[in-house]
């Protein structure tokens, strides 16, 4: 099992479809596609598993700068994945462990918001839920996973940050 970076060109656009979380994102590359903007290696920002020929699971790994770091202290840069998928057919061989492991090996903290039914996953991966803040989260209840030396901002009644202990 070999996790590989996707270019963005038709072919992969095309297997994109075959995933359920497909959308707005993927619709915008195929655009930037017809209207010539985007070259088979432009810079993509998913990761994917073939099995053969077939690709039979994707995630999308954002790095997220410091400055916006709402999560994790000290605030340092990390990574936001999403649509981690992993075709019916191929679900419980590994495939989604696989692309969890490869994001963790950038040694950054992840964020993720996960699908509905999918907190045992993200629990057997290590990642732990945070304390809701309406401002941050928006709705979204994110799960974070924390590299060694890391952990999460508290917020005081006042609304600055605190260490948590």
Known sequence: MTVKKLSINYKTLE???QFRE???QELSMLEDLQANMIENDSESPFYGIYF???LVARMSL???SKE???YFEPAQDYLELWKLEVLSAYQRKGFGKELVEFAKGFGLPIKT???VKSADFWNRMGFTSVNYDVERDLGENPLVWYPKGVSAQERTQSGTLDTAE
């Open 68 to 70: 916006l770091d709402k």
């Open 15 to 17: 297997e994109f479809k």
């Open 62 to 64: 954002y790095r997220v």
């Open 113 to 115: 918001n996960p699908r």
């Open 52 to 54: 053969g020929e077939k």
């Open 22 to 24: 497909y959308g707005i």
